[in-house]
């Protein structure tokens, strides 16, 4: 694999952080606002999965050109899995436990798997 360029195969894992963050907020952050209407939780989220989407569109966009589709789709869940873990220790003070870490372990592993080369496709 030739080294990682910023605007070649690290740009979109860069707008796929950005935009989970953003996701992030928009789909988990109306819990520690319990007491605001439902409906102003939903409004709220929907401004904020703007942003997400503004940046989610050009990272598959940019990523897909570098990336084959189902590498991409393991990027993007492995950085929204990380995001998530920081989000709900710093954010909603649920911090991570020993089995969450071994689960993001085995994911890692899958994530592995996706980028080896497995040889001729399965039909």
Not at 24 to 33: E, I, M, P, S, V
Not at 45 to 50: D, E, Y
Not at 97 to 102: L, S, T
């Amino acid at each position: 694999m030739p080294a990682l360029s910023l605007s070649g195969h690290l740009a979109p894992v860069l707008l796929l952080l950005a935009s989970n963050v953003f996701m992030t907020f928009a789909w988990y952050g109306h819990l520690k606002h319990k007491s605001a209407p439902l409906f102003m939780a939903i409004l709220v989220s929907w401004g904020i999965a703007f942003f997400e989407y503004g940046l989610m569109v050009p990272a598959n966009r940019m990523g897909s050109a570098v990336y084959s589709v189902v590498q991409l789709k393991t990027i993007q869940e492995i950085v929204t899995l990380v995001v998530f873990a920081g989000f709900s220790a710093w954010y909603l003070g649920q911090p991570l436990k020993w089995n969450h870490y071994a689960a993001f372990v085995l994911i890692a592993g899958a994530a592995f798997l996706m980028f080896h080369d497995g040889g001729a496709p399965v039909r």
